[in-house]
């Protein structure tokens, strides 16, 4: 199910919020992770199953973990065989194909005939999820946090559907306390409205639009060098407010619900380098990475080569975990390399003299360069893509009549609302937990309504980061 | 959390209260609404109606669908919005692009000529992916289309193709300035599936550079219709002289056996696309446009129309037994053939009383009728053309269509398959193979 949708916002959400609230609250767990199943196997029933068994061997590899007595031996078996069991999941489910494609190519290279290859579906999701569970287990192991009180409490925290199929990535040991004792308030529940709202109208009435252009310019076989330029911007805009208009509404819905969700956006558009992007950009998915990755390779203990390397290879693996593509390893290099790059000139990018503005501006040029690898469909498009962005490509043909789809004035009104809105410092994260006045409730509900009354007549409703 | 306190006094707690309880109603009174409404209407209520079917993802997502397809406030408000982001932007909706001077081009049409030739994924339903690498699109078609032709030689009969440029290929300045006067003539798919058809010795008219001659020739240099998809009755006419042309050249025209005519009629059209882009209202507001057809008249017969028990979309001469076949869809349909929905339904003529009430009203009629590529084309060789034709199923449809009345191709000696370009797109998944029955007798 999408939070854009009629089905959740009309039918799901009032029934799950109506029952909920008028379940004592000891069963309000086992409702929200009924709910979640209801939830997530609206896409495709059979998922369920899967997440329902990483979950119970989570749970049982936890208390194999946490059991009194065991020795940190046993322990190390459990954790490993657990990161293993959910690792092998997600990389079937996920890398298969791209495995045995890869494999067809080099037979092919070797001049042997390449095979079939059994077509594997993605649950959606299952990158989230996973990660939610091996939290769970190596903070268990690490002793960061205390093993669930309940099944229930798990199934819920593995489960709950705010933050199921596109995160934020939230850590057990965040929500643990959450899971046994939540404060349900007026003012906590209109903050959940108020950020859901924003996060609502991020998507349909911005993201959306933007992602028509993107489309329609990534799709085109040889764009002009204008076009191409405003493809990647449109595309900037959408997968920013796309993906952080779906994390507001996550934090949203988990605040009417109790929950508090950390802030995974901040400005990042805002950013002066690099690696400031990653501190403003998806941010649990980075702090993820850095907690559970980062530091067991060895983080910048191990003198700076080694971080260095350290750095290129979680970005390596981050672009991995984003998809089965060489594009997406790709755009994880670039953004590895820069890290480095920076690290080495002490957390400062290459422009650090220059005014703020032009910082931001090369960060933002930079962040264009890698949303270039990260949209197109393989490596050779994202070349192609580069040469008509610098007018090295083929002669535009038929792709001028993009102009007809471009510059038009609804697109671009949105695109400039977009840039007005990634340059201003505040941050719908930060502007819901402010007191609350009608004029603010006014405009949320404004927002609210425009939003579903745009999500009504839009065809054209993706959510990208289903697909990692 | 910054936010006021649990022990906030109530008055400074109105905003939050105001807003909880003004979402909750708006989220509760749109089911709520939805379900009243249709019991007061006697209807099923929609949303029980995914508890009746097993929970397939198939399933579920037909009733999410007609969840929102049905919902009053979609049906409300869709036609509000879309009619404003067009008043106030020119946003004509998913299915067209708005053009200058008012012109509206089909959305499809535009995206398979900038999107150009692109790998055919093929059928992303199946459990294996096929080691093959992905061919472009208009290779697969090439590959349909040589398939039909092997299976026609076998019957003797000769295969001509006739892809039909959609309108951005030939009106491109009337979809953006950027084109610049008269430029046509992209780099497509369509062009490389004519050569490889030749390379393959599949005969194929290329119509683009017959219109593009053309264009200097007609007084108002349109050859497509500025709110439809489709060509003017000139344009069909155009089509259907380079196509005789063709077999002539081919030796494959039949004897002139008929002294077809031609009469002057004329037609109020308005677009197919303003249908499309489903704003009610909106093709009010468009006056409709004047046609001027020459409607090809039998000496014998009249009109080229099907009798009444002729099956709907086929056209077979009642008298002569024609050794010519078209299979098309709406191009060869359009002025030739009723139109399956009332969008079809034109005025024709001038206002004239009843003679039973009084009342003036239009007189009206379908379009005017064989003055269509079909019959234009039996005009210019003076021999009767059968067709078979279905809106948007020229890949698949018209030969599944033929499969299933096979008797039509006897006495045939070629077969003119005609479709328009962005049928090209749908690759291998939109232009199945459709065996021919086999011959009696043989």
């Known amino acids: 199910m999408v939070f854009t949708t009629p089905i959740f916002l009309f039918y799901f959400l009032p029934l799950f919020l109506l029952i909920y609230f008028n379940l004592p609250y000891r069963w309000r767990n086992c409702w929200i992770t009924l709910a979640s199943y209801v939830f997530y196997g609206w896409w495709e029933p059979w998922f369920v199953t899967l997440m329902a068994f990483t979950t119970v061997a989570d749970f049982i590899w936890g208390h194999v973990i946490t059991r009194p007595g065991a020795t940190r031996v046993q322990q190390r078996a459990a954790v490993t065989a657990c990161v293993v069991t959910n690792l092998c999941l997600l990389g079937f489910f996920k890398y298969f194909m791209f495995a045995a494609e890869t494999f067809n190519a080099l037979r092919e290279t070797f001049g042997a005939e390449p095979v079939r290859i059994l077509r594997v579906t993605l649950p959606i999701g299952i990158s989230f999820y996973t990660f939610h569970s091996l939290t769970y287990i190596i903070d268990l192991y690490r002793g960061h946090a205390t093993p669930a009180r309940s099944f229930t409490d798990f199934s819920a925290f593995v489960a709950l559907f705010p933050d199921l199929v596109a995160g934020p990535i939230i850590r057990y040991k965040t929500l643990a306390a959450q899971l046994t004792l939540r404060q349900h308030t007026v003012e906590r529940f209109a903050s959940g409205i108020a950020i859901f709202c924003l996060g609502f109208a991020k998507k349909i009435l911005l993201a959306n639009p933007c992602g028509q252009v993107a489309d329609a310019v990534f799709n085109a076989a040889a764009p002009p060098a204008l076009d191409a330029w405003m493809g990647v911007l449109a595309y900037a805009f959408q997968i920013y407010f796309d993906f952080c208009g779906y994390s507001d509404m996550a934090v949203g819905l988990g605040r009417m619900l109790g929950f508090d969700f950390l802030k995974n956006f901040d400005a990042p558009y805002r950013s002066e380098s690099m690696t400031e992007v990653w501190r403003r950009w998806h941010i649990s998915l980075s702090s993820v990475l850095r907690d559970y990755l980062y530091y067991p390779l060895g983080g910048n203990r191990k003198g700076p080569a080694r971080t260095y390397v350290n750095l290129a290879v979680v970005m390596l693996l981050g672009g991995l975990w984003h998809g089965a593509k060489w594009n997406f390893i790709a755009w994880g290099a670039f953004h590895g390399l820069w890290l480095a790059f920076e690290r080495w000139r002490g957390k400062r990018s290459a422009y650090h003299a220059w005014p703020r503005p032009a910082r931001i501006g090369l960060t933002f040029l930079l962040m264009l360069f890698s949303w270039v690898l990260f949209r197109a469909d393989n490596l050779g498009a994202a070349r192609d893509y580069f040469a008509a962005m610098f007018g090295l490509g083929p002669a535009p043909g038929a792709s001028i009549l993009l102009a007809a789809e471009l510059y038009r004035p609804f697109p671009l009104l949105i695109m400039a609302i977009c840039a007005l809105l990634v340059v201003q410092p505040v941050q719908a994260h930060d502007w819901s937990l402010e007191p609350l006045t009608f004029a603010r409730a006014s405009l949320l509900l404004g927002l609210l309504a425009l939003g579903v009354l745009l999500m009504f007549s839009q065809d054209f409703n993706p959510f990208l980061y289903f697909q990692f | ?442």
């Not at chain 2, 010795?201 to 439809?228: C, I, M, N, Q, T």
């Not at chain 2, 089509?239 to 077809?260: D, I, K, S």
Request: glycine share 8%; hydrophobic share 40%; net charge positive.
């Open chain 2, 1 to 442: 959390m910054r936010a006021n306190s649990p022990t906030t006094p109530l008055l400074h707690r109105r905003p939050q209260l105001a807003l909880t309880v003004v979402f909750l109603g708006l989220i509760a009174a749109v089911p709520v609404s939805q379900t009243a409404l249709e019991l007061v209407r006697g209807q099923r209520v929609q949303f029980t109606d995914v508890f009746r079917d097993s929970p397939t993802s198939g399933n579920l997502r037909r009733h999410e669908a007609a969840l929102k397809e049905k919902s009053w406030v979609q049906q409300t408000f869709r036609p509000v919005i879309q009619r404003l982001m067009f008043r106030a932007f020119g946003d004509a909706g998913a299915k067209a692009v708005t053009g200058r001077d008012g012109w509206l081009f089909y959305r499809p049409d535009v995206r398979f000529l900038i999107e150009g030739s692109r790998p055919d994924t093929g059928d992303a339903a199946s459990r294996w992916v096929q080691p093959a690498p992905p061919a472009a699109q208009w290779e697969s078609v090439a590959r349909a289309i040589r398939r039909f032709d092997e299976q026609l030689e076998q019957r003797g009969i000769q295969l001509l193709i006739v892809p039909v440029p959609g309108k951005p290929s030939v009106h491109a300045e009337q979809l953006t300035a950027r084109a610049g006067a008269g430029r046509t003539g992209f780099a497509s798919p369509t062009r490389e599936l004519i050569a490889e058809l030749e390379r393959h010795g599949v005969a194929a008219v290329d119509l683009l550079p017959v219109f593009e001659r053309a264009r200097s020739s007609v007084p108002s240099g349109k050859l497509y219709l500025a709110h439809d998809t489709h060509w003017t009755p000139h344009g069909a006419r155009l089509a259907a002289e380079a196509v005789a042309a063709r077999l002539r050249n081919l030796g494959w025209a039949p004897q002139a056996t008929t002294a077809f005519t031609l009469r002057k009629a004329a037609v109020d059209r308005r677009g197919d696309i303003l249908e499309m882009m489903q704003i009610p209202g909106l093709r009010d507001t468009f006056a409709p446009q004047r046609i001027e057809c020459d409607q090809v008249l039998d000496p014998a017969l009249g009109p080229l129309v099907p009798g009444p028990s002729e099956r709907p979309g086929t056209y077979r001469h009642p008298i002569h037994q024609s050794p010519l076949l078209v299979l098309g869809d709406s191009f060869s349909r359009i002025y030739q053939l009723p139109e399956p929905r009332s969008l079809g339904t034109a005025v024709v003529g001038t206002e004239s009383p009843d003679p039973e009430t009084g009342e003036r009203r239009l007189s009206k009629r379908l379009l005017p009728g064989s003055a269509g590529f079909v019959s234009h084309l039996a005009h210019a060789l003076q021999a009767p053309v059968d067709a078979i034709v279905s809106d948007g199923g020229a890949s698949t449809d018209v030969r599944r269509k033929l499969s299933t009345n096979p008797e039509i191709l006897e006495g045939k000696r070629v077969v003119i398959w005609q479709f328009v370009e962005r049928d090209i797109a749908l690759g291998r998944a939109g232009w199945a193979d459709v065996p021919l029955p086999v011959e009696l007798g043989k």
